[in-house]
């Protein structure tokens, strides 16, 4: 039925990726989002319209963007594929690819399920010490940029989302991060035009109950499951029983990163998202339909994470392999 189907979204070539200190060649970049593709994924985050001084390694995320254009890549599904853009310059790179590629990609007022579908992403936090550290700006000042590119984006005919960081804990502001202020941000990013809201715990924070407490609130704030999804870094190992109580709940998009790969540069200490694996993995144990073949994803895992020269972050990768 519906209610057993869960939409994995796949960070790897952004999350897992932007932290990264070596640069990592476009190549391999394309490799990783080539493999991803065939595995049933139906949205991949793809690269990052951020300040390369700020992010070096998504300097070459039009590369990437153009490289999805070309229409090249193979996949058994229809594939929407994401990129952050932290304001209007962002996405004003983004338009002028998309400009030049006319009739490549999909849109909202155009969906044909033959061709690429492009996403935006902003991201808002629920602290004002981490908008000054990602952002360089105050809660209310991103938020006022992100009405303008939510705007933007979807007069574009581009769907949006839109992730609220540190919801779970803040690495300056410890674990006391306000839910109504989380609902507030959300309220306020889905009346500007997102279509979805991710719920990051960018540092692994989370517990089951302050994860159902979180919930209850944006439920409380009328905020739709269908519009949430939940983005868990696993740096304290409770990503999945995180993600369990978040399927109680009604919610059914969950972000994840081959290998486990993973880190925001601005979150010190935090580690990488949950393993895609280990997420495809869990569901399908629930009886929960992901469509990602699992084999070709722990496959991948274990050859991205070799190529970093980085232990396989996924245990379930690793038992599927025997490694
Ligand atoms: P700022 O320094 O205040 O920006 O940074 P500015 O407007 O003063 O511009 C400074 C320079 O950057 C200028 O260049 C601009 O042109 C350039 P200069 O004149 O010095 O040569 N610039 C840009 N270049 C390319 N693309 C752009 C862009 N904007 C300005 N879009 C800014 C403000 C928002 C730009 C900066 O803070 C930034 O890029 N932050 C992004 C940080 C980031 O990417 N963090 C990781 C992603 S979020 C995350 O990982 C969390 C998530 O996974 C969920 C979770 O886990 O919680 C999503
Ligand atoms: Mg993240």
């Not at 952050?84 to 400009?99: F, S, V």
Request: aromatic share 6%; glycine share 8%; proline share 5%.
């Amino acid at each position: 039925s519906s209610d057993n189907r869960v939409r994995i979204v796949e960070v790897g070539p952004r999350d897992g990726l932007q932290n990264e200190k070596k640069a990592i060649s476009l190549a391999t970049k394309i490799e990783l989002i080539e493999r991803l593709a065939k595995t049933g994924l139906t949205t991949i985050e793809a690269g990052s319209f951020v300040a390369p001084k700020w992010v070096p390694q998504m300097a070459n995320s039009s590369e990437i963007m153009e490289h999805i254009l070309q229409q090249k890549i193979e996949a058994p599904v229809p594939i929407t594929y994401s990129f952050l853009a932290p304001n209007t310059k962002g996405l004003q790179n983004a338009e002028a690819l998309l400009k030049q590629n006319p009739g490549r990609f999909a849109t909202q007022l155009d969906p044909d399920v033959t061709k690429p579908a492009v996403e935006v992403a902003v991201f808002a936090a629920a602290t004002e010490s981490f908008s000054q550290k990602n952002l360089n700006c105050d809660i209310k000042t991103s938020l006022d940029r992100f009405k303008a590119v939510i705007q933007d984006s979807k007069a574009l005919g581009l769907r949006v989302r839109a992730y609220i960081s540190v919801v779970l804990g803040c690495p300056f502001e410890g674990f006391d991060v306000d839910p109504h202020k989380v609902a507030e941000i959300a309220t306020d990013l889905l009346e500007s035009g997102a279509d979805e809201i991710s719920l990051g715990d960018t540092t692994g924070m989370g517990t089951a109950p302050r994860t159902s407490a979180l919930l209850k609130c944006m439920s409380s704030a009328g905020i739709r499951t269908e519009d949430i999804a939940m983005h868990f870094h696993d740096t304290y190992g409770q990503a999945l029983v995180n993600t369990a109580v978040s399927l109680e709940h009604g919610i059914r998009i969950f972000d994840s990163s081959v290998g486990g790969l993973g880190g925001c540069p601005y979150s010190p200490g935090a580690t990488g998202n949950v393993a895609t694996e280990n997420m495809v993995y869990f569901m399908e144990s629930l009886g929960m339909e992901t469509g990602v073949d699992l084999d070709a994803m722990a496959d991948i895992g274990a050859w991205i994470t070799q190529e970093l020269g980085k232990p396989n972050d996924s245990s379930v990768g690793k038992a599927v392999l025997g490694a």
